[in-house]
Structures are given as C-alpha cells and as structure tokens.
C-alpha cells in the first residue's frame, strides 16, 4: 500500500482563486488519515517467574544485560541457591526418617489389629473358666472333699477299732503275761495297733487342715482367680482398644507428618529448578518487561521478591504485534478493522501493511486510548520488541466531496457558516453543515455548491 501524503489526499483543496483569500469550490476525494507512533511487541512474551511454593531467599549472583539478544542455552539469571541446598538435604534426611518410623508404626499396627482380638478373646476364656472353677468348686468339688475327708477319717478310725478288736481277742486266747510277750502274732498285732493309732492321729491332722486350711484356701484362690480374670478381662477391653486407637492415631499423625514432609521436598525441589533460568531458544532478554527503561534492582547481589515476575524472554519465532496509546479524538475516528500501513524510521522504503484490532473503550490513567494492530512484516524482516514506527490509519474516506479550508468557517447564532462571494461583488455569511475534519480541511456535507466561490481569511 502506497503511503499518504497531502498532495495524494486533498488535491482539490487546491483550487484556483480569482485573487488572494478567495476559493472556488470543487469536489475532490476527501480523506482522513491518522498518525501516531505504535511500538512493537510479541503476541505472546515468555514472562519468567518466581512462581514458587516455599521459599523465598532468592539472591542474583548472575543476569543477563536488560533488552540483551541471547540464544539457545544461554543462561539469562542465576540465584545463590547454598541455602536451600542445605535445607534441601535437611528435608529429604526427615523425610527417610519418618518413612522408616512411619514403616514401623504401620508394622505395629497391623499387629496390634492381629492380635488385640485374639488377647481379648483369650481373657475371656479365662474369665469365663475362672467363674466357671469357681462356681464348681462352691457347688460341687468342696463338698466332694469334705466327704471325702471326712469318709478317709472315717475309714482310719474303723481300722484301728479293728486292728484294736483284733488285738483283744489274741490277749484273751494267751492270757498270761509270759504268753503275750512271747507270742509273735500278738506282738505283731500290738504293732498294727500302734500303726492304726498313727495313721488315726495323722488322718485327724489331714482331716482338720483339709477343712480348715486347705479347701478354705482353695476358695480363696479361686475367688481371687476369678476376680483378677474378671478385673484383667475388663480393663483389657477398655485399653487394648484404647491402645489399637492410639496406635492408629499415631499412625495417622506419622502418615501426615510423612506427607507434609514429602509436600516439603516436592516445593523445595521444584523451587530448587527457578534457581536458573536458561534461554529455551534464540530471542531477547529484558529485566522485569521489555518496554521497561530502567528497571529497578536487577542486579548482581539484589534480592528478588518471590512470587514475583522479574524478567520477560522473547524468542526470535515470536509472532509481533503493534501497540500505540492515542488521544481521545483519534480513537473516536477510529474503528477496528481500519487498515493502513506502518512505517519504521531509517526504512522508509519499507511500509507494512496494518489492520487495527483492538482499540480500548475506556482510557488508561493519564487519558491515552490503547490500540493493538496487527502486522503483515515483509519476508526478511525481523522486528525488534520496542521498535518504534510510525503508523498511517485511513479513518474516513469519501470520492467526491466538497471541503474547505477550517479557518473559513466560523460559528454564530446559524451555527457555522462561510463568507461566501455573491455575483455582485458583495459577500454575505451562509450556513453549512459540517462533516468531518482532516488536519486543515473540513468536509462541507451541505450548504456549498460547485462553482461557488467563498472568502478564507
């Protein structure tokens, strides 16, 4: 597309005068261009983050110069990463720490849940025996032993009556007292007697421990048996479950901690990647963004907010785009879809075609309107983010029209008007209805006719 320029745009703006301070209207192409300056930009810039998850010491020991051309590889920042290094290691060591204690704790677990039942169970049962002996022995076995016992003294007694009886009768047959110490059988008999005795008075010593000593006892014990079973059943079932429940808490306080560990080196090993920065292709490099001038520290030694954006990286394959801020009235002439073309300072010769975009409905803080455009850039031709070029906009065109000089109108009580020329001679004040304005030209829409002649002061 061929530049604009006034010659092009308003030739019958030109019109033969009579004399100086008058024109002959004629009708002509009438255009309105707009000129502004457009800046550069990639479509789509890599913004470099510290976008991390735990920490926050980020120190620079290298950068790359602000607006530098890199490539592939390059490095373009670099932190002091010896502290998280340290803490790094710290971590993974609790980590391998934990999981083992974790590893054992759920061991302990699994066996606690094994055998908790089989513990509780096996109290039972010997509760349940112990009442069980208890109640056998009440009912059943102690009266069993005192009959018994009482039936073994019974029997003793019985034989030494016999053993007695017998001894009487043999005294009777040898009556005299040579006869009874000489006789074997009586003597033998006297001695079963003393036996007899013996066993009596030791059966009565049994019989008497047996009801005393022995079977109370025996009660005893199995009372307290049956108590201490019934007391061990009933705290274990209050605290082996109670202990099944601490483990499982502990395990749970050991798996969380465990998770909080690994969620801490997960952050730190992927916040340990942000610690260098390399160039993923050929391109640019700009401290915090590439239209910024100056940026503020973005050097060796500075220290960089986390979470922060500090640099922006624009590859060389980028897709670019135009970006200028208007004046309010530019942007009301304005409407997307306008072409026109761009043209960069030192290459004239080269005009690239345009189209506008986007164009803002409200203004920035200082009453600009933005405007995005696209750009069809000649083959060969590389921009740079942050040229600079000069961009033409065709806002308003028409092929025949009539316009006059904005100086020849004035505005009073019948709205504008031209001083208009009469065939007499004389001149008188004529309104018009004005259309739209081009630099010095304005477009008359009605109220002027070809041939006419009027007075531009």
Not at 379 to 404: C, D, M, R, S, W
């Amino acid at each position: 597309m061929a530049r604009l320029s006034s010659l092009h745009l308003f030739p019958a703006l030109i019109a033969a005068a009579s004399h100086a301070g008058e024109l002959t209207i004629t009708e002509s192409p009438f255009v309105v261009e707009k000129v502004f300056a457009a800046s550069v930009i990639p479509v789509e810039p890599v913004a470099l983050q510290l976008a991390v998850k735990e920490w926050e010491d980020f120190q620079i020991t290298r950068i790359a110069p602000h607006g530098s051309q890199v490539a592939a590889g390059d490095v373009l920042a670099q932190f002091d990463a010896t502290e998280i290094d340290e803490k790094l290691q710290v971590a993974r060591e609790r980590l391998q720490t934990g999981q083992l204690a974790l590893a054992q704790a759920e061991l302990k677990y699994r066996h606690l849940s094994e055998t908790v039942p089989l513990r509780l169970e096996s109290l039972r049962q010997s509760a349940a025996h112990a009442k069980e002996e208890l109640e056998y022995f009440t009912k059943t076995r102690r009266k069993i032993s005192e009959e018994k016992a009482a039936l073994s003294l019974k029997r003793t007694r019985q034989l030494l009556e016999t053993q007695e009886k017998e001894l009487d009768d043999l005294l009777k047959i040898h009556a005299t007292d040579a006869e009874k110490t000489a006789n074997a059988t009586v003597l033998r008999q006297q001695d079963e007697v003393a036996a007899a005795e013996f066993a009596l008075r030791m059966e009565t010593l049994d019989h008497e421990r047996t009801m005393k000593v022995l079977l109370p006892r025996q009660a005893e014990i199995l009372t307290l048996t049956h108590r201490e079973a019934a007391l061990n059943l009933r705290n274990a079932e209050e605290e082996l479950p109670r202990e099944l429940e601490l483990q499982k808490t502990g395990l749970e306080t050991l798996r969380a901690e465990s998770d909080r560990e690994k969620s801490l080196v997960a952050a730190l090993e992927s916040d340990r990647k942000l610690f260098e920065f390399k160039a993923p292709a050929a391109g640019w490099f700009y401290h915090g963004g590439f239209q910024q001038e100056n940026p503020e520290a973005i050097q060796v030694g500075h220290q960089l907010p986390a979470k922060s954006t500090f640099a922006t990286f624009v590859p060389s394959a980028s897709k670019f785009k135009l970006v200028a801020a208007i004046d309010e009235g530019s942007a009301r002439s304005l409407a997307k879809g306008l072409t026109g073309v761009a043209v960069l300072t030192g290459r004239e010769d080269l005009e690239i075609p345009v189209t506008l975009t986007g164009l803002a409905e409200t203004p920035t803080a200082n009453g600009s309107y933005l405007v995005d455009l696209d750009a069809v850039f000649p083959q060969g031709f590389h921009p740079i983010p942050g040229n600079t070029l000069e961009v033409i906009l065709v806002a308003y065109q028409k092929p025949a029209a009539i316009a006059v000089p904005t100086q020849a109108l004035a505005f009073g009580s019948q709205g504008w008007t031209v001083e208009m020329k009469l065939a007499d001679g004389k001149s008188e004040r004529r309104p018009v209805k004005r259309g739209r304005v081009s630099k010095n030209f304005t477009e008359i829409l009605s109220g002027l006719e070809v041939g006419q002649v009027i007075i531009v002061p």
